[in-house]
């Protein structure tokens, strides 16, 4: 394994250790050593099964950046980026630092994060399990054998679970943290297993730097037609991002997070991290076939201990069981992991409010606006009696992994879609006929129509009108399908209801945009919604 091991040492970046260094394993050796570790377990059909304990979702209150002279007027200070002071840090670092002495082993790995070479990052992760180095390997962008040799890390994430943070000496809300340096280009994770806190360090880290040279980043899924036109598909989690996306008529780019250069739309990453729970072989075959194939990371996925069979039905571990696997794993994924400039754009929402309509065409100041809220509204959950929907506001469809302030990244889009005359859409995946408890989910089919028209531009030449309530154009009809839904407040038996409940969704759209809107032109500021005075 000599040919993997970098010029550039830990010891180049003031790291000692008197651990066993397994440098860039490929995946056949890092499954082995998770196994031979008892991290994790092979299934029946062969991915590796794993459990991450109390933590099987993302610690978001534990999340911190240092604030220093480089972050202080940069960083969007408040709820989603919460400050560690300098001192913290370095006591934070010298303890990392001296857990490091101490190990028997550590998996360390370079990668990119970015695949289009002018806009990605170099970044080394060291890792005390096996199983998490594998994750990040499958995560991240993988460099050619030849690059390994002359690798630099300009970044560096340290991710050790069994370290417990002192909150009285780190300044910590816990024993878990995640604290990012970007004046020391360093990120310290400890006190979780949940891997997917290294994968959107990255993404945040990316987040960070590319605005300042023009890049749009993007929390989205996106894919390319045969004319090699990309569609970018917001939407926070459960309104169809990975879903809709994945079309065996057209390429995937990726599934999660990407960049917007002045040539391409390009994936950060170089692998998918989708929902396993309740998977369907049907619904989603390509999603499917990655739990039948070796090399594919699966978390808290219940698995028989006998006959090593998996049950995706069974949430007994978590909610939120998720696989890792490469993209090309995925039949028809882009090659190089890039894209054409996008012609479209796709704001997914699901409202359980049931007032949005199927789909409608937004002007870039619409869409501008509608990026800023990241609205969608979840169910009230599983309690007895309770159906009120849950409105959730999450700017650029990503808040949490945000650092700048949300109108540099919706400024960088209304500029990009300006420059690139793309139309934008919204598209309501959430309820018709009434609000959730009283309507019913939109068709899949009715959507998938409605997306399909969108891209291929034929919707262009729809018919419109303007919803009396957001402004934006509404197609009147469309070819295949039913034009009762186009309209959602026809599609209540209760009129007096959709009004009512409209003007509550508008003003809540309105109260939520009071904090964006002394960031953005009087232009955004008119494409707020209005309720009509029936309501």
Not at 173 to 185: G, P, Q
Not at 192 to 203: D, N, P, Q, R
Not at 315 to 322: F, G, K, T, V, Y
Not at 526 to 533: D, H, L, S, V, Y
Request: glycine residues 8%.
């Amino acid at each position: 394994m000599s040919e993997r091991t970098p010029d550039a040492g830990l010891e180049s970046q003031d790291i000692e250790t008197r651990a066993v260094l397994h440098w860039n394993l490929v995946t056949a050796r890092l499954v082995d050593a998770a196994v031979s570790r008892r991290e994790g377990k092979l299934s029946a059909d062969g991915p590796l099964v794993v459990e991450t304990g109390r933590h099987t979702g993302r610690s978001a209150q534990d999340k911190f950046i240092v604030r220093d002279a480089e972050t202080e007027g940069t960083v969007w200070w408040g709820k989603s980026n919460k400050a560690m002071e300098p001192r913290h840090f370095a006591a934070l670092k010298a303890d990392f630092m001296k857990a490091l002495r101490d190990k028997e082993d550590l998996f360390v790995q370079d990668l990119f994060g970015g695949s289009q070479p002018d806009h990605r990052v170099n970044v080394r992760v060291i890792n005390e399990l096996a199983w998490h180095n594998l994750f990040i390997r499958t995560m991240l962008v993988r460099p050619e054998a030849h690059e390994l040799r002359g690798f630099v890390p300009e970044y560096t994430i340290i991710d050790l679970p069994s370290f417990q943070a002192d909150p009285a000496r780190h300044g910590t809300r816990s024993e878990t943290v995640i604290a990012v340096n970007f004046s020391e280009k360093l990120i310290l994770i400890g006190g979780t297993k949940y891997a997917g806190e290294m994968k959107k360090s990255v993404f945040g880290l990316l987040n960070y730097l590319l605005p300042p040279s023009g890049v749009m980043p993007m929390h989205c899924s996106a894919n390319m037609g045969a004319d090699g036109s990309t569609a970018v598909f917001f939407g926070l989690s459960g309104t169809g991002k990975t879903t809709l996306s994945a079309d065996a008529s057209r390429t995937l780019i990726g599934d999660d997070e990407h960049g917007w250069s002045d040539t391409a739309v390009f994936n950060f990453e170089g692998g998918c991290y989708a929902k396993m729970i309740r998977l369907s072989a049907d619904a989603e075959p390509e999603i499917f076939a990655t739990t039948k194939r070796f090399g594919t990371v699966l978390e808290n996925v219940v698995m028989d201990p006998v006959t090593r069979v998996l049950d995706l039905e069974d949430n007994s571990l978590a909610e939120n069981s998720r696989g890792a696997y490469p993209i090309d794993f995925i039949p028809n994924s882009s090659e190089k992991n890039m894209g054409g400039l996008p012609r479209n754009i796709v704001m997914l929402t699901a409202d359980a409010y049931g007032v949005l309509p199927p789909i409608a065409k937004l002007t870039p100041e619409q869409a501008m606006y509608h990026f800023l809220s990241g609205y969608t509204a979840r169910v009230a959950g599983t309690e007895i009696g309770v159906t009120e929907p849950d409105a959730t506001f999450s700017t650029c469809f990503g808040a949490p992994f945000m650092p700048r302030h949300p109108s540099i990244y919706g400024n960088l889009l209304k500029e990009r879609i300006a420059k690139g005359n793309v139309d934008c859409w919204l598209v309501n995946t959430g309820w018709t006929g009434g609000k959730y408890g009283v309507g019913n989910r939109m068709p899949i089919k009715a959507t998938r129509a409605l997306l399909n028209a969108a891209l291929d531009g034929s919707l262009n030449d729809a018919e419109f009108r303007n919803d009396p309530n957001f402004g934006f154009k509404v197609p009147v009809a469309v070819p295949g399908v039913d034009s009762a839904i186009l309209d959602p407040r026809a599609t209540w038996a209760d009129k007096t209801a959709y009004d009512a409940t409209a003007a509550k969704l508008v003003d809540l759209f309105v109260d939520n945009f009071a904090q964006f809107a002394e960031h953005v032109d009087e232009g955004v500021r008119q494409a707020a919604p209005r309720a009509t005075e029936t309501a």
